[in-house]
Structure formats: C-alpha cells, structure tokens
C-alpha cells in the first residue's frame, strides 16, 4: 500500500518511475553546478545531480528528469522526501515561532522532543538530552560528557569509523586519509584499534565463518596492546564505536562485538558512546542498530534522520551523566523549534505507517536480490548489512578479496545515468538506503537498475 496514500494525502503530479528526459546532467543542471564550483568552497560531491523536488522515494532535478533516490540524502529522508505529515507539522510551526533561543529561554517542543527521544532510545534507565545541530556535534557533545563525569582524557575509538570532522570528532573518525590531510594537530588522546570487519581485517580471519575468533581479537588486542602497552585503562573515559560502521563501508561487526566490548567497559569504568547518527532511527529494521546487539549505552549520538532533513543532532545520555553546571556547553540553534516539531512529526510518522517494520521485510527482500546478482556476477565480493542499511562491495577477485574502487565508482555513474541514485561507502562498496516507507515495486525498479548500470560497466 502505498504510504503517502495512507497518510491522506497524495500530491496529484506525485512522482512514480524514473524518467530521464535530457543527457545527464542537464542544461539546467550544468548551469549550476557551474555556479557552485564559483561561489562554494570545494566540499564532497558524488554524483552532478542538481536537485528540485521530491516526493517519497523519488526526486527531479532541475531539467525534470525524476531519479529513484536509494541514497536518502545520506540516511536523512527515512521517511521520505516532502513527507505530507512532517511538512504539515512544520508548516504549522512556521506560522507561529521560527526561533527563541531554547539556550536561554524555554518552549514545549524541545521538550516535546527530548521527551520522546528518552522513550525510543535503547535503556530502561532515566535519561537526558543535549540537542545540537548536526552529527559531529552531537559526538562533540558527548565526548565532553564521558569526559567530565569520569574524570579522564583519553578515548579509543576504531579504524573504520566515521564521527564527524570537527576538530574533537576528527580526531576519532578513520575513514578516509583524506578526511584528515593538512589538518594536525586534532584533538588528543584517542587511540584507535581494528574494527571486527568479518570481510576484511588485519587479522586474516574470516569473520563470517569464525565470528568469536575476529571478536575475541580484537578485545584481546585493545586488553593487551592498549591497556598494557599504551594507555592504561583508568586513564580511558569512553569508548567511542558505530554499532554498524557507516562512512567505513557498512560494516556489521559480530553480534556477540558489542556486548562484549561494553562489558569490558564496564570492568574498567569505561563509558560506553554509541554513534547511531546514520544507524539509527529505523534504518536497519530496529529503532536503533544497537538493538540488535543487545546493548544499552550510556551516550548516544544521534543525527541525520532524527529530523527528516532539518539540521539537528542530539546525545542521549544516562540522567546522571547530566553537565553539572550551567555553560560547560551549549549552542545557538540546537533543538530550534522547526527541528523540534519535525523530530517528533518524524518519529510519528514512523510508528503511524509501521516504517520500522517495513525496513525489517523490505530489506530482506533486497539484500535476497543482492545475493542474487552476486551470485551472477563475480565481480560482487559481498553483499552485507541489516534492515535497508545494505552495502555491496566490488572486488577484482571473489576469492583474494581484493578492491575494485573504479569499478565501484563506475556502477555508481552508470547508475545515475539509469536514473537510480546510489553512494558509495568504503573502500569499494555501494550503500543502497532508500526510505524506510519504500515498498517492493520500488525495491525491484531499484535492483533492476542496479544490474542494468553492472552490466554496463563491464
């Protein structure tokens, strides 16, 4: 059924197929792109698609021609694009407040917010919430956290990882080299030590066939080669870790990882911060990734989705974590009233169209296809994931594993040029994420055209 239908509200010119009118990219297109390159300073680019209008998992460019959009602004638009209840929502709001500093003053739908998010975030204790305006600061948040309330400095974060670019949260992402050129020094005091990457790690092992044997290597490695040759443990305040990594390549650590790791935490007071920015909000079929894993932490940092494109980032924390003190940290616009009511309108309307469940079947459903097509072409090494967070990833041999980035990188274009919009991930994956509402027809079309650009690019 389709879920704008069942919100009650069906935009008459709603956009239902790819159609792609004009070479790509368009006059329009070109025109811009051009400006950007004059007036914006040089950031990330992916893919020369200049962006009008969307509607649910779909969006047209400037010249009209209409994509399928499984990238989701990144995991941002996990209900979709222009969904009619959170628009009407913040349509709403518009009309009274746009700003009042809930640094200083008060309004009910801050707390409107934070109240709901301390009610779907994992952990039957009583929490708090810092709201701020993006991903990064809200890992910057946390980490002054953990830091305040264990008294220490130090951090392990993990190879992989991705937590933002911010001179503190730099410091801990692990991407990309890139990410981190002409830019030292970044914040001290983290360490990073190998993620349980099943399908590539430093260990040799096969992490889908010895799952225990990748985790206990790495808790042996951070107990033995950290804790008793570089930073003692009562030195470490926090842990700082994914619970799927997202930027480092979709990466789904064993199941029994993370329990483990938070109960070496709690041996050793170590808080443990959990990174859901992209994972969270229903992406992989569970409210939060961390789910799946049986964890509760005592920090989350959430983003992205949380707000279904208006900027926003909160840390969830444990009640007692709470700043002791006025003025340790704040901010101008986090948790502004627009974001405020899209964060709830957002999780409403998740729960309202049953989106949560719908990424659990819909998902199956894909990553089924996706082993189909590797299956039929060798040149796909694995294919991994959870819910509709799923990745696969190009590789120049099945059996050595080795990487095949332009390969990868020309899927990709082929992709855009078929009118499916996809972003890479990793060393030499592809993400596939399109909004959790996205029903089985739009899968198919989807994977249809995902062959259709493999095909080419051969």
């Given at each position: 059924?389709?879920?704008?239908?069942?919100?009650?509200?069906?935009?008459?010119n709603?956009?239902?197929?790819?159609?792609?009118?004009?070479?790509?990219p368009?006059?329009?297109?070109?025109?811009?792109?051009?400006?950007?390159?004059k007036?914006?300073?040089?950031?990330?680019k992916?893919?020369?698609?200049?962006?009008?209008?969307?509607?649910?998992v779909?969006?047209?460019?400037?010249?009209?021609?209409?994509?399928?959009d499984?990238?989701s602004?990144i995991s941002?638009?996990n209900m979709?694009?222009?969904?009619?209840?959170?628009?009407?929502?913040?349509?709403?709001?518009?009309?009274l407040?746009?700003?009042?500093?809930?640094?200083d003053y008060?309004?009910?739908?801050?707390?409107?917010?934070?109240?709901l998010?301390?009610?779907?975030?994992?952990?039957?204790?009583?929490?708090?919430?810092?709201?701020?305006?993006?991903?990064t600061?809200?890992?910057?948040a946390?980490?002054?956290?953990?830091?305040?309330?264990?008294?220490r400095?130090q951090?392990?974060?993990?190879i992989?990882?991705?937590h933002?670019?911010t001179?503190?949260?730099?410091a801990?992402?692990?991407?990309?080299?890139?990410?981190?050129k002409?830019l030292?020094?970044w914040?001290?005091?983290?360490?990073h030590?190998?993620?349980?990457?099943?399908?590539?790690?430093?260990?040799?092992?096969?992490?889908y066939?010895?799952?225990?044997?990748?985790?206990?290597?790495?808790?042996?490695?951070?107990?033995?080669?950290?804790?008793?040759?570089?930073?003692?443990?009562?030195?470490?305040?926090?842990?700082?870790?994914?619970?799927?990594?997202?930027?480092?390549?979709?990466?789904?650590p064993?199941m029994?990882?993370?329990?483990?790791?938070?109960k070496?935490?709690?041996?050793?007071?170590?808080?443990?911060?959990m990174?859901e920015?992209?994972?969270?909000?229903?992406?992989?079929?569970?409210?939060?990734?961390?789910?799946?894993f049986?964890?509760?932490?005592?920090?989350?940092?959430?983003?992205?989705?949380i707000?279904?494109?208006?900027?926003?980032?909160?840390?969830?924390?444990?009640?007692?974590?709470?700043?002791?003190?006025?003025?340790?940290?704040?901010?101008?616009?986090?948790g502004?009233?627009?974001?405020s009511?899209?964060?709830?309108?957002?999780?409403?309307?998740?729960?309202?169209?049953?989106?949560v469940?719908?990424?659990?079947?819909?998902?199956?459903y894909m990553?089924?296809?996706?082993?189909?097509?590797?299956?039929?072409?060798?040149?796909?090494?694995d294919v991994?994931?959870?819910?509709?967070?799923l990745?696969?990833?190009f590789?120049?041999?099945?059996?050595?594993?080795?990487?095949?980035?332009k390969?990868?990188?020309?899927?990709e274009?082929?992709s855009?040029?078929?009118?499916?919009?996809?972003?890479?991930?990793g060393?030499?994956?592809?993400?596939?994420i399109?909004?959790?509402?996205v029903?089985?027809?739009?899968?198919?079309?989807?994977?249809?055209?995902?062959?259709?650009a493999?095909?080419?690019?051969?």
């Amino acid at each position: 059924m389709d879920t704008l239908t069942e919100a009650g509200k069906v935009e008459p010119n709603r956009m239902t197929r790819i159609s792609i009118k004009t070479e790509l990219p368009g006059p329009e297109a070109r025109k811009v792109i051009e400006m950007d390159k004059k007036y914006l300073v040089t950031s990330t680019k992916s893919l020369p698609v200049v962006g009008k209008r969307g509607s649910g998992v779909f969006v047209e460019d400037v010249d009209g021609n209409v994509f399928l959009d499984f990238a989701s602004g990144i995991s941002v638009t996990n209900m979709g694009h222009v969904h009619p209840y959170i628009t009407e929502k913040v349509q709403q709001q518009l009309k009274l407040l746009w700003h009042f500093a809930g640094t200083d003053y008060y309004y009910r739908e801050q707390v409107d917010a934070a109240k709901l998010l301390t009610e779907v975030t994992p952990g039957k204790f009583d929490k708090k919430v810092f709201f701020s305006n993006s991903g990064t600061e809200a890992n910057e948040a946390s980490l002054k956290l953990a830091k305040i309330h264990r008294g220490r400095q130090q951090f392990i974060a993990f190879i992989g990882g991705f937590h933002g670019r911010t001179q503190g949260s730099l410091a801990f992402t692990a991407s990309k080299s890139t990410q981190h050129k002409g830019l030292f020094p970044w914040m001290g005091g983290v360490t990073h030590v190998p993620f349980p990457n099943p399908y590539r790690n430093p260990f040799g092992i096969d992490g889908y066939e010895s799952p225990d044997e990748l985790t206990n290597r790495v808790l042996d490695y951070i107990e033995t080669y950290v804790f008793k040759m570089q930073v003692p443990p009562e030195d470490i305040a926090a842990f700082l870790v994914e619970p799927i990594q997202g930027e480092g390549g979709y990466i789904v650590p064993p199941m029994n990882f993370h329990k483990k790791l938070k109960k070496l935490a709690e041996e050793n007071g170590i808080i443990t911060i959990m990174d859901e920015v992209q994972s969270g909000f229903g992406r992989t079929g569970k409210m939060f990734a961390s789910e799946h894993f049986g964890v509760e932490p005592e920090i989350m940092s959430l983003a992205k989705s949380i707000a279904s494109g208006i900027p926003m980032g909160a840390s969830v924390v444990k009640a007692d974590l709470d700043f002791p003190q006025q003025g340790l940290h704040s901010n101008t616009f986090g948790g502004n009233l627009l974001a405020s009511v899209a964060c709830v309108a957002t999780i409403e309307a998740m729960k309202k169209e049953r989106a949560v469940e719908n990424a659990k079947i819909q998902g199956e459903y894909m990553k089924k296809r996706l082993n189909e097509l590797k299956e039929k072409y060798p040149q796909i090494g694995d294919v991994r994931g959870i819910g509709l967070m799923l990745a696969i990833d190009f590789v120049k041999d099945q059996r050595t594993r080795e990487p095949d980035a332009k390969l990868r990188d020309n899927v990709e274009m082929a992709s855009y040029r078929n009118g499916l919009l996809l972003l890479s991930t990793g060393v030499s994956a592809i993400r596939l994420i399109p909004a959790l509402n996205v029903n089985k027809i739009q899968v198919e079309m989807g994977i249809e055209t995902l062959e259709k650009a493999i095909k080419q690019s051969l």
